[in-house]
Structure formats: C-alpha cells, structure tokens
C-alpha cells in the first residue's frame, strides 16, 4: 500500500490539497503529520519548538555514546563548524 491508501486520502484530493484549490481540514493534516512523523505545528508552519528538543536530545545521545576521545573531536568538529 502506498502513503494515500494508508490513510484514506484519495490522490485526487492530494492533488487538490498540493494545487492550492482545497484546504485539508485539521483531521487531515493531523493524519499526515502522524504517517510522517512530523509535528502538526510543524506541517502546518514549517517550523517547530519540538525541533530545537529533537535535536538537543539527538545531541545528547551521541553525547552520552562517546568515549574521550570522540568527544573531544565532536567537540572541535563542532567549534569548527560554528567557526569559533
């Protein structure tokens, strides 16, 4: 099955929704973020506080995984990439 038969919608009204000539209710876009694992907030604003967490927890796994070593370089990769 594919992402529009898994959730019901038909390609029609996808293409509706994509053409700008149909605005999909919240029940809709609520149905969309969840297959895609997006936050609604974000679906619908293209940006999100739940971002900024994801990523410090994201962060904060890698963290936790590194012995000395690769923490020290993560640390330099990452001065590095902020030009400090």
Known sequence: MNAISDLSISTYYISKIENGKSAP??????????YLELDLAF??????KLEETYNLEKLEDIIKKANDKQLDLIIRLAKAVLNE
């Open 43 to 48: 679906l619908i604003t293209g940006s999100s």
């Open 25 to 34: 209710t919240l029940e809709t876009l609520a149905l969309i973020s969840n």
